[in-house]
């Protein structure tokens, strides 16, 4: 499962210490993206991941010493090794990873801050010092979506906090991670952004695997029926939100954005028709409606003689998912969740 930052919270909480594993380069054949993380608490377990296999196991090893002196560092790791099929390394590239130490009593309202801001939908950025020639103490600023500083650790180690303009801030803000020199310190800055959206109209059987899915993936997923028996949080315990609602009127719902994914799995054509009438001319990442192609080219006729345009029925994906075969709800929700992850990353979400 995905890093996500109430686990750092969590183990915090739990723990007092943790060590969040990023990767700040990467060269050649990686597994994972600049900005990958993965959680590692002191009993060795983890959350999220930077790529498995060997190199990841190395992370581990090298986060627990760290976590065990109470201090972070950068560690460059090779995935080279023998290119046979019997390496334990066969990538050939290789990557730096910084690990971060993190303490309750100095980064626990931090952590939170964090999470506060990407529960308001909020994208803070994150401002980290870089140990150079060794282990060393990590000090830390978070900033709100404006550039104005909220939380810091500077000031409490006795270094004075760090105020960063937003010219500096917002030099390249679609970098996950990247390196920045502030006041003569070599730091990393983060740009956090909140999990992406799905929203699910419909509760019925297929909806139950697509939410466990999607929260494997990370979506902050909302399922919305008519009918309480299909609404409800036992029969969605993976959903983050789960509503009561007639389709006629889905305003309030949900807030339209550049990484909202929209599922309608209804069991009825009017209320997919009805639901398209309110989402089609929003801002969305994704669209998809289930059904036939018959049945989904009438509902998409419609449309069109109602006044809808021919672009915007055309970002419309329907019928949904990807051409696999799939034939059970479990299938199904596969096919949905590759083409959700397909256009995420087109769209380099």
């Known amino acids: 499962m995905e890093f996500c930052w109430k686990d750092l919270l969590q183990t915090l ?86 690990i971060a130490c993190w303490e309750k009593n100095e980064d626990g309202d931090l952590a939170a801050g964090i999470c506060v801001n990407l529960e308001q939908g909020k994208t803070p950025w994150l401002l980290e010092t870089r140990p150079q020639g060794g282990p060393g103490k990590t000090l830390r600023a978070l900033y709100n979506q404006e550039h104005r500083q909220a939380i810091t650790t500077f000031g409490k180690s006795g270094v004075p906090p760090l105020h960063l303009n937003p010219p500096t801030i917002d030099t390249n803000p679609e970098a996950a991670v990247r390196p920045v020199e502030i006041a003569g310190l070599d730091c990393l800055l983060s740009h956090i952004i909140p999990a992406p959206q799905m929203i699910i109209f419909g509760g019925g059987h297929l909806a139950r695997p697509l939410v466990e899915m999607a929260a494997w993936c990370r979506f902050a997923v909302t399922v919305i029926d008519d009918r309480p028996e299909f609404s409800n949080r036992e029969r969605f315990p993976a959903a983050d939100r789960v509503l009561t609602a007639d389709m006629e009127d889905i305003r309030g719902f949900h807030q339209p954005g550049p990484q909202v994914y929209l599922i309608l799995i209804t069991r009825e054509h009017k209320h997919d028709y009805i639901l398209l009438k309110q989402l089609l001319g929003t801002e969305y990442a994704y669209l998809g409606m289930i059904g036939s192609r018959r049945r989904t080219s009438q509902v998409k006729q419609r449309l069109l003689d109602e006044g809808f345009s021919e672009n915007e029925i055309k970002r419309l994906c329907s019928p949904i998912g990807l051409e696999i075969g799939a034939q059970t709800p479990a299938e199904i929700a596969i096919s949905i969740m590759a083409e959700i992850i397909l256009k995420k990353h087109q769209q380099g979400a």
Request: glycine residues 16%; proline residues 2%; hydrophobic residues 40%.
């Open 13 to 98: 909480e739990k723990e007092g210490r943790a060590a969040l594993c990023t990767i700040i380069e990467r060269r050649g054949s990686v597994p994972r993206e600049v900005g990958a993380r993965m959680l590692v608490r002191p009993d060795g377990s983890i959350s999220g991941t930077i790529g498995g296999g060997i190199g990841e196991h190395e992370v581990i090893k090298a986060a627990l010493q760290n976590l065990h002196l109470g201090l972070s560092r950068e560690l460059n790791f090779s995935l080279a090794g023998e290119q046979g099929l019997d390496s334990a390394a066969i990538c050939g590239g290789n990557f730096t990873i910084f």
